[in-house]
DNA sequence: TGCAATGTTTCCATAATTTGCAACATGGAG
DNA sequence: CTCCATGTTGCAAATTATGGAAACATTGCA
């Protein structure tokens, strides 16, 4: 079949997409403190820094975050506040409706 | 390398994953007017009945849409609406920050 | 009962994503 | 300059996502 969706609604799929991994949800997260290297990211996900770097690259692209070079390190930061509140509606009402529907206990 | 990373962060990224598909942001976008079959769905978007078939349900299984049988129809309708606010948030900040950088790059 | 309309599920082929490893690039220190 | 630390990119394998076709399920109606 023939698609017909306008790409306003391509474009706003790829912003989701760019948050549909664990990892760079997780990341974002991190960010919200402070700026972080590659390096450290890496760490803390458990994951490669070809693969932390690449996940990057992906919220780069979105624009969720900038990047900056400081000596050897790059150093990552938030720049889409708005990603949180997207969290928080989230956390408020999807997973909430989930919980009740699925009878998942509640997590902090 | 091990994963470590929270569930909390699995769960939202699963969320965002029901939102990382052209058809599926369109399919939400439709029902904000109003409730709609699958099969108007369906040829909406230019796709098989099938296929809307399991986009709707990966949306109800996030908690996005609710479905109820009428007659030989089912019919499908937005119950959380800060996901129109989500979108929003997408074409204010994020977007726009996209454009800013891959249209005028050097600029801070 | 039989039949048509609508949806869902299953199967399969294709496409996209993710990861680690290795190679390469960049910047700082000696 | 060389050496080292940090990041990025290329590659291949494994996993996952997507869409169409067909089979199956459910409802309404004659």
Do not use: W
């Amino acid at each position: 079949m023939e698609p017909t969706i306008p790409r306003k609604y391509s474009l706003r799929a790829e912003m989701f997409k760019a948050l549909a991994h664990p990892a760079r949800i997780y990341i974002l997260d991190k960010l919200r403190e402070r700026p972080r290297c590659v390096c450290e990211l890496a760490a803390e996900i458990g994951l490669e820094k070809s693969a932390a770097s690449k996940h990057l690259s992906q919220l780069k692209e979105a624009g969720f975050v900038e990047d900056e070079r400081r000596g050897t390190l790059v150093e990552y930061r938030l720049v889409a506040p708005c990603v949180l509140d997207m969290a928080a509606c989230a956390e408020g009402t999807i997973l909430e409706n989930r919980r009740k529907r699925l009878e998942i206990p509640g997590e902090g």
